[in-house]
């Protein structure tokens, strides 16, 4: 049973950083990818950021390209999500998000490549 839990959310002035991080459990292909995606109330979720193992192919969410990064430590079981220069537009729920394949660069950012959840951890950037 893959089980996800991410923590590092919370509030921030507009220009501030966050770190997002992620403890998976129970994903045991050595080809998977990992991935963070965030929602508002009446809004699609959308990708953010997400990265194949072992391959390390990554894709980011043009709106945060330069500004977010993505890491994973594989032996800890952990995936990050460092966010900078954060914009009010960033804010919303960040979801952190498995797959037990690697999708292809092109669909690596779409939720439905997903199929294992986290609960989730609120951001919100005030200007």
């Known amino acids: 049973q893959v089980q996800l839990v991410e923590s590092g959310g919370g509030s921030v002035t507009a220009g501030g950083s966050l770190r997002l991080s992620c403890v998976v459990s129970?994903?045991?292909?050595?080809?998977?990818?990992l991935g963070w995606f965030r929602q508002v109330p009446g809004k699609e979720r959308e990708g953010v950021a997400c990265?194949?193992?072992?391959?390390?192919?990554?894709r980011y969410a043009a709106s945060v390209e330069g500004r977010f990064t993505i890491s994973r430590d594989n032996a800890a079981n952990t995936v990050y999500l460092q966010m900078d220069s954060l914009k009010p537009e960033d804010s919303g729920m960040y979801y952190c998000?498995?797959?037990?394949?690697?999708?292809?660069?092109?669909?690596?950012?779409?939720?439905?490549?997903?199929?294992?959840w986290g609960q989730g951890t609120q951001v919100t950037v005030s200007s």
């Open positions: 129970g994903l045991t292909n050595r080809r998977n990818s």
């Open positions: 990265m194949n193992a072992p391959n390390g192919v990554t």
């Open positions: 998000a498995a797959a037990s394949d690697a999708p292809a660069w092109w669909y690596i950012i779409r939720s439905d490549q997903y199929s294992y």
